[in-house]
T-cell receptor, first 113, second 112 residues
Framework: DAGVIQSPRHEVTEMGQEVTLRCKPI?????LFWYRQTMMRGLELLIY????????DSGMPEDRFSAKMPNASFSTLKIQPSEPRDSAVYFC???????????FGQGTRLTVV | AQSVAQPEDQVNVAEGNPLTVKCTYS??????LFWYVQYPNRGLQFLLK??????LVKGSYGFEAEFNKSQTSFHLKKPSALVSDSALYFC??????????FGKGTRLSVIA
């Protein structure tokens, strides 16, 4: 298996622009997580899905953030409009049945200038 | 709510010496505990987990961890450190099917 695949690996955008981050989970996994990593706040859970249904989005910082999972093999995290404080590394992870380990993608490093 | 504490921001150890990276946790029920490693510009890699059973868990790259329920600890250990073990280490906990909650990470530096 190729593991969790995220794209793009790097994204540089101007403040106010829309940014879309993409994730392909490991085939057969039924949980998908979006995390954000910053030096100041460490790893923060933004939102997670079970069987494509959003379960908890309380970690999404503002209405500017939204996430979708239209099918079992694809998820997006969108920021509109983006702001410099959104600059971080965004990770997608997936797991099987919620009790096992979560496996992480390589992350997307977002820089908003 | 579950939480994890990694009391050391940085751990320095000489190559060949044993290493320990500390982790304590807080949950209301039975914990599922995990260790991950992160190399620069990479994602988190799973090292090992404790779900149930033997308190000593063995994982990847010679790492092991000991679950201690009375001390609510899950310290990561390796008998002989390598320079290539230098990285950022995260302890994580989950309760039932809730998402992983991570500690702030401990940077391990192994000196040749």
């Amino acid at each position: 298996d190729a593991g969790v695949i995220q794209s793009p690996r790097h994204e540089v955008t101007e403040m106010g622009q829309e940014v879309t981050l993409r994730c392909k989970p490991i085939s057969g996994h039924d949980y998908l997580f979006w995390y954000r990593q910053t030096m100041m706040r460490g790893l923060e859970l933004l939102i997670y899905f079970n069987n494509n249904v959003p379960i908890d989005d309380s970690g999404m910082p503002e209405d500017r953030f939204s996430a979708k999972m239209p099918n079992a093999s694809f998820s997006t995290l969108k920021i509109q409009p983006s702001e410099p404080r959104d600059s971080a590394v965004y990770f997608c992870a997936s797991s099987l049945q919620g009790k096992g380990a979560a496996f992480f993608g390589q992350g997307t490093r977002l820089t908003v200038v | 709510a579950q939480s994890v504490a990694q009391p050391e921001d940085q751990v320095n150890v000489a190559e060949g010496n044993p290493l320990t990276v500390k982790c304590t946790y807080s949950v209301s029920g039975n914990p599922y505990l995990f260790w991950y490693v992160q190399y620069p510009n990479r994602g988190l890699q799973f090292l090992l987990k404790y779900i149930t059973g033997d308190n000593l868990v063995k994982g990847s790259y010679g790492f092991e961890a000991e679950f201690n329920k009375s001390q609510t600890s899950f310290h990561l250990k390796k008998p002989s450190a390598l320079v290539s073990d230098s990285a950022l280490y995260f302890c994580a906990v989950r309760e039932g099917s809730t998402p992983l909650v991570f500690g702030k990470g401990t940077r391990l530096s192994v000196i040749a």
